[in-house]
Nanobody, 131 residues
Framework: QVQLVESGGGSVQAGSSLRLSCRSSISERSFDSFTMGWFRQAPGKNREGITCISGNGGSIYYADSVKGRFTISRDNAEGTVYLQMNNLKPEDTAIYYC??????????????????????WGQGTQVTVSS
């Protein structure tokens, strides 16, 4: 069973930065077969897909809500995906989840796709941004 474990969340003030990590149990040989995505869910709101990266790292998608502030990256040798979050705003407060979708590593990503396309999910990490 694949496991995804997020870390790096916390409570910060607006304008601060955080770096989330998501370490997977997927083997190095197989990790690039998965598109990795970050979702978030704020209290009382729907789950929002914010960014994803193709298996070879060559294609990245960002939602408008985070474009220019957040950066996704991956280390296939380590089986880890990262989310660098800069200039955080109170509206970024949410539980952040990473997810893995089995798909060709060279796919061009033009949107997040349905959340239920993702095969595996982490348990989430809380990010709280105060004004």
């Amino acid at each position: 069973q694949v496991q995804l474990v997020e870390s790096g969340g916390g409570s910060v003030q607006a304008g601060s930065s955080l770096r989330l990590s998501c370490r997977s149990s997927i083997s190095e040989r197989s990790f690039d077969s998965f598109t990795m995505g970050w979702f978030r869910q704020a209290p009382g709101k729907n789950r929002e897909g914010i960014t994803c990266i193709s298996g070879n790292g060559g294609s990245i998608y960002y939602a408008d809500s985070v474009k220019g502030r957040f950066t996704i990256s991956r280390d296939n040798a380590e089986g880890t995906v990262y989310l660098q979050m800069n200039n955080l705003k109170p509206e970024d407060t949410a539980i952040y989840y990473c997810a893995a979708e089995l798909r060709p590593k060279t796919d061009i990503l033009t949107w997040m796709g349905p959340w239920d396309n993702y095969n595996y999910w982490g348990q989430g990490t809380q990010v709280t941004v105060s004004s």
